[in-house]
Nanobody, 124 residues
Framework: QVPLVESGGRLVQAGGSLRLSCAASGRTFSNYVMGWFRQAPGKEREFVATISWSGGVTYYADSVKGRFTISRDNAKNMVYLQMNRLKPEDMAVYYC?????????????????WGQGTQVTVSA
C-alpha cells in the first residue's frame, strides 16, 4: 500500500473554486497513474479525472470537463485537482487513487490504493 492523504476540501459557494491536494509516500510515485473519484451520499463512487505518470495524458468525466483540472508534481509526490465553477452537484467526498501499472483508466477497481477522502460541500 502507498499512503495517500487528501486535503483541501471545505464549504464553498456555487460558482467558487477549490484546489484539492493528494500527498503520496514512496520513491516510485512518478511511476503511478493517479486519479480522482468522488462519492455523494446515496450514490456510487464515480470517476472524476485521471493523469498519466508523466502528466502528459489526462482524462475527465464529462460532468467536470472544462471546469476541473488534474495535475501532478512528481518532485513533490503530489497530485492536485483544481475545481472551478463549482456546482451543488459537485458536492461529495473526493478520493485520490493510485495505480501501479497500466495506463489511465476511469475504472475504480483498477486502482491499487486509495486515500481516506476529503469532503467538498457546495452551497447553492
Amino acid at each position: 500500500q502507498v499512503p495517500l492523504v487528501e486535503s483541501g476540501g471545505r464549504l464553498v459557494q456555487a460558482g467558487g473554486s477549490l484546489r484539492l491536494s493528494c500527498a503520496a509516500s514512496g520513491r516510485t510515485f512518478s511511476n503511478y497513474v493517479m486519479g480522482w473519484f468522488r462519492q455523494a451520499p446515496g450514490k456510487e463512487r464515480e470517476f472524476v479525472a485521471t493523469i498519466s505518470w508523466s502528466g502528459g495524458v489526462t482524462y475527465y468525466a464529462d460532468s467536470v470537463k472544462g471546469r476541473f483540472t488534474i495535475s501532478r508534481d512528481n518532485a513533490k509526490n503530489m497530485v492536485y485537482l483544481q475545481m472551478n465553477r463549482l456546482k451543488p452537484e459537485d458536492m461529495a467526498v473526493y478520493y485520490c487513487a493510485g495505480r501501479r501499472s497500466g495506463g489511465v483508466t476511469v475504472e475504480a477497481n483498477r486502482y491499487d490504493f486509495w486515500g481516506q477522502g476529503t469532503q467538498v460541500t457546495v452551497s447553492a
